[in-house]
């Protein structure tokens, strides 16, 4: 399902993705970079990743006609295109500008769209990302770097599904070519990300991944999550689901704010964060720890009952010594355990 629309009908649509200025600015740079049938792009994986081809302005270039109708459509474009560009004029370089791939996850085709794809002379292919953060003094954001990336290495993976079918299978480069604006300037500059290490472990986590079938197996009779029924029910199919929301979905998941209020309205302790909740064991509301805390429930053997009795007597008398002493205000809850949430 599509988890943004799915928040938006739960009436907490998503809050992340990039900013409308950043986007029409990284439409601009893209643009820029591929303009002139993607010279600039085609010079700059010919300088970092294959010196030793003839050089794209001397060269016969292709950039094919990848539009069709819907992702399949699109996908089995893309793989002709892949296709005619291995068995067409020797020597040539093809950039095939916004390809789709498709890749298998968890038994259902996940549909991908690179920046780009070149074929290089020697029949073997590139994954290209733009970027619009800097490389300053040829380095970058090593956090950016990192998740462009992850990024690539997916499209990497789903290439080699298409060249397999092929004979004799083209070679996937695992070396990117990412390019970003140089500096300060809008001027594109690029560098080549070995992504085998980011390969190697999407591969393997893609291979232990929950079959969807055995997910929706899994799932209570009737649930359903279009995003077209009324709220009520929606809210009532999610609520059927178990979750264990933590403040680190805000940054990954669309349904992060649904989760959360309903995390808080349970007062679940995962709502604290995932360190907060390892430590507490296994009390799993902000009552139960505050009934362990008090004394009246809890093991006194367990090491998270025991350090939270410690922690509300040394905060007992904590207050006790600011209250004894003159012109002291009351401590909030004076003496009473309370949490921050
Ligand atoms: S718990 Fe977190 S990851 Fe799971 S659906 Fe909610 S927000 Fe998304």
Redesign the pocket.
């Known amino acids: 399902m599509d ?1 943004g629309s799915l928040a938006s009908a739960l009436g907490s649509p998503a809050a992340f993705g990039q900013s409308q200025f950043a986007l029409t600015r990284g439409n601009a740079f893209e643009a820029k970079v591929k303009a002139d049938g993607g010279a600039e792009l085609l010079r700059l994986a010919h300088e970092k990743l294959d010196r030793g081809a003839v050089p794209p302005a001397e060269a016969p270039v292709h950039v094919p006609d990848l539009s069709a109708a819907g992702p399949e459509g699109r996908t089995a474009r893309t793989a002709l295109a892949l296709r005619e560009a291995a068995t067409g004029t020797p020597g040539a370089w093809t950039l095939l500008d916004h390809p789709m791939l498709a890749l298998d996850v968890a038994g259902s085709p996940a549909f991908l769209e690179p920046d780009a794809v070149v074929v290089h002379p020697d029949g073997s292919w590139t994954v290209v990302e733009i970027k619009s953060f800097p490389l300053l003094d040829g380095s970058a954001d090593a956090a950016k770097v990192g998740a462009a990336a992850r990024q690539a290495a997916v499209y990497v993976l789903a290439l080699e599904q298409v060249a397999a079918r092929l004979a004799p299978a083209p070679r996937v480069r695992h070396r990117v070519l990412l390019v970003c604006p140089k500096d300060f300037s809008n001027l594109p500059t690029a560098s080549a990300v070995d992504v085998r290490k980011q390969r190697a472990v999407t591969d393997r986590q893609l291979a232990r991944l929950t079959r969807i079938e055995e997910i929706t197996d899994a799932l209570p009779e009737g649930v359903c999550f279009s995003p077209g029924l009324p709220a009520e029910e929606l809210t009532a199919s999610v609520d059927a689901v178990p ?4 403040p680190e ?1 805000l940054s ?5 704010f ?3 209020a309903r ?1 808080r309205e349970a007062g679940a302790v995962t709502s604290l964060g995932r360190p907060v909740r390892a430590e507490l064991g296994g009390l799993s509301t902000v009552e139960e720890v505050l009934a362990a805390a008090r004394g009246e429930t809890g093991d006194p053997d367990d090491p998270a009952v025991a350090a939270l009795r410690r922690a509300a007597r040394l905060r007992a008398e904590a207050l006790a010594t600011a209250g004894a002493r003159p012109g002291a205000a009351a401590g909030a809850g004076d003496g009473e355990v309370s949490a921050c949430r």
């Open positions: 988890k979750a264990a929301y933590a979905c990954t998941c669309e349904l992060a649904h989760c959360r995390s």
